[in-house]
């Protein structure tokens, strides 16, 4: 009787413990919302580590083609690797997908002019590694529109061809844009917001404006940080394309410095943008002739570069040229394509083999150019391009000066201007001028040794408010002092302006030691890159303010249009069964991914209102030229999956429907605690009845 009650205690609880693993011992299917794409293909979305919210909005979306199936990889890399498979990449990557070494899908942020510019972007004499079309778009239709536009001096009829290729641009989807920006800068509260307001990109740092009220010890020194390090590229504005190199050659170059002329005033508004675009910044004077081809340049004299030696059209000249010499570097950031381009017309090798480009910007009185035969002045420059250029004044009038001093250089250490070439390619980007590691010699640009001995200097010089000092490679930290014979001193000091003395630039990638640094006084700004809009609850407002403004800022997911997918179509199922259709099949693909990129959540969520409806590059709503009738796409998580799925059939695909559930998929569980609980009872019946005692 004994042995019977425990055989029978035991098989209770077998049946108990199988009773309550049931459910969890069968197969758990797919949800409802998750399909199965066939044939099945993996897709990798490229996401630069500098940007921890650009790195959310990519898992998000990552997940979203996981959810249709689809073997989607984030992978997060360094911004060198960005440039080496995407935006600069090499011939033999070049257009090749992730797994060749190139890549599928890339995730960037571009900070644009006030008034938009494509032919930059999408041009196809711009494909990279020349120009910065990384998207590799070739397309006449698109080359025919922007051609229109970049030709047209009339900003009137300009603008209206701008929201034409707007909506070519938009059906067409080469990328897809997910934000334009409203950027927030925070700031220490003894700093006064109005700069902060007024003076972002283009004009970003614009460090001698920063006025500090306090007035008090330690006004004069200032640091910044940022989510990138800089020089992250390097400290030449002509080879770096990084916003956080700007940070730091920004200052050394200036507004003012920055090339003969400059940009003014606010960008608040887009009534500004006319008014900011062709400001002359204190230089003297410029005539535009033959239709728009001429340009005429004359230099404010009196200004000097941080070495001492005068600024005068040399310096122009030969800043234009270098950039127009194969291998000198700026191919790297897509300014080579682009200003060979605007000077030698689209063809750009037919129009260096011809001579422009060297031929076509001289100083008056130079031997051996059209400008041999006019008396010699170094302030006066001259610049032919082919056809008339809609931004003539901002590509050729606002581009940055380097002192000839080191482009003619002829001591070891820089290759001589007449000596560079495409072998030699790279030897300015791994000078101390450009790193600001180590130190370099140079001799004056005059060449005369009885009075310009050889000098030697550890980092970048220009004519802007601020000098360089030196750079911690090992904590990221720029160090640049007050330039004390900049031009323009007496007038900013006057105006209360120009305090600061010392200015660093400190990489702090995480927003929460960013806050911390911030409270402790150990650094004043926090630059808008690091997305604050979900942090300002831990802002300690009496110690820091922060200002907030549209900005021309884009984030966008660009499209590899050489890939096999997305691009040529050719490995879609519909490309393969008819090579005819694959380019439709790719544009399929493209619009299926594109609904599965959740801006609305994106920008609520992740970036708390603070970016409006991307729709496309390089137009936000903050330029000139917005196209308001253009209808967003915009759809819930289940009607874009549903509209994907058609896009992607469309290309080919088929979708495995999720299995049903199967009876204890949606009942087990509740059997199971329906039996645990009769268990319970019988249990409670069986051992806690009333016993005799022995």
């Excluded at 006004?219 to 800089?230: E, L, S």
């Excluded at 402790?520 to 997305?531: E, K, P, R, T």
Aim: aromatic share 14%; proline share 6%.
């Amino acid at each position: 009787m004994r042995n019977s009650k425990r055989m029978y205690a035991l098989f209770f609880t077998a049946i108990m413990v199988l009773g309550i693993s049931m459910p969890f011992m069968m197969s758990t299917p797919a949800s409802g919302t998750t399909y199965q794409i066939y044939p099945s293909f993996s897709v990798y979305l490229l996401t630069p580590s500098a940007n921890p919210t650009r790195q959310q909005w990519s898992l998000l979306i990552t997940n979203n083609l996981k959810g249709m199936g689809i073997d989607a990889h984030q992978v997060i890399v360094p911004w060198s690797t960005m440039y080496a498979r995407m935006l600069t990449p090499a011939a033999n990557v070049t257009g090749k997908s992730y797994t060749q070494g190139g890549y599928d899908l890339g995730f960037i942020g571009w900070a644009m002019s006030p008034e938009p510019n494509a032919f930059p972007f999408f041009h196809s004499s711009q494909l990279a590694p020349l120009g910065s079309n990384y998207y590799l778009l070739n397309d006449s239709t698109n080359d025919a529109l922007i051609n229109t536009i970049v030709h047209d001096t009339n900003q009137t009829s300009r603008l209206a061809e701008v929201k034409q290729w707007q909506q070519w641009d938009y059906n067409y989807t080469p990328n897809v844009v997910i934000s334009y920006e409203k950027e927030a800068v925070v700031f220490n509260k003894s700093y006064d917001a109005f700069a902060f307001q007024h003076y972002f990109y283009p004009v970003w740092p614009a460090v001698e404006l920063w006025n500090n009220t306090a007035r008090g010890t330690g006004f004069d020194n200032c640091t910044i940080a940022q989510t990138g390090p800089a020089p992250q590229i390097g400290l030449v504005p002509w080879l770096s394309t990084s916003y956080y190199d700007l940070t730091a050659f920004g200052p050394i170059y200036g507004p003012e410095g920055f090339g003969l002329f400059g940009y003014n005033g606010s960008f608040t508004s887009v009534a500004d943008l006319n008014a900011a675009t062709v400001p002359i910044m204190g230089y003297a004077n410029y005539t535009v002739t033959n239709g728009g081809k001429n340009w005429t340049f004359w230099v404010k004299p009196g200004i000097h570069f941080q070495n001492g030696e005068v600024l005068d059209g040399r310096d122009f000249v030969y800043s234009m040229r270098y950039v127009m010499t194969p291998g000198s570097g700026s191919a790297d950031s897509g300014v080579y394509g682009y200003l060979t381009s605007v000077i030698c017309g689209q063809n750009i090798a037919a129009g260096i083999a011809a001579g422009y480009g060297n031929k076509s910007v001289y100083w008056a009185g130079e031997a051996g150019t059209p400008g041999a035969s006019l008396p010699l002045n170094y302030d006066e420059v001259h610049v032919n391009i082919i056809a008339p250029w809609a931004w003539g004044l901002q590509d050729l009038g606002m581009t940055t000066i380097l002192p000839a001093d080191v482009l003619l250089n002829r001591s070891a250490g820089v290759v001589p201007y007449s000596q560079w070439n495409p072998s030699n390619a790279g030897v300015l980007q791994t000078t101390a001028y450009n790193t600001g590691v180590g130190s370099y010699w140079y001799y004056m640009k005059d060449g005369t040794p009885s009075t310009n001995t050889e000098s030697r200097r550890t980092g970048p010089f220009g004519a802007g408010p601020y000098q360089w000092v030196d750079y911690n490679p090992t904590t990221f930290v720029v160090h640049e002092t007050k330039f004390l014979n900049y031009f323009d001193r007496s007038r900013l000091e006057a105006a209360g302006l120009y305090q600061i003395v010392n200015y660093r630039v400190y990489n702090i990638p995480g927003i929460s030691a960013a806050i911390a640094a911030l409270d402790s006084g150990s650094v004043q700004i926090l630059d808008s890159q690091y997305h604050l809009y979900n942090s300002f609850s831990s802002l300690d407002l009496s110690k820091c303010s922060y200002v907030s403004y549209d900005a021309f800022g884009v984030q966008e997911m660009g499209f590899n249009l050489q890939h096999p997918l997305f691009g040529t179509g050719t490995g879609t199922p519909l490309g393969i069964s008819d090579p005819t259709q694959a380019a439709a099949a790719a544009w399929h693909m493209r619009r299926a991914v594109e609904l599965l990129v959740p801006k609305d959540t994106i920008i609520k969520t992740m970036l708390n209102g603070y970016g409006s409806f991307g729709i496309t590059t390089p137009v936000t709503k903050a330029t000139a030229g917005f196209d308001t009738s253009i209808v967003p796409r915009n759809y819930t998580y289940s009607v874009a999956q549903q509209l994907a799925k058609t896009e992607f059939e469309a290309a080919g695909y088929s979708f495995v429907p999720p299995a049903p559930p199967t009876f204890w998929d949606s009942y087990g569980l509740l059997l199971a605690v329906v039996e645990l609980a009769v268990i319970v009872v019988l249990g409670g019946f069986y051992f806690l009845r009333p016993r005799k005692m022995a």
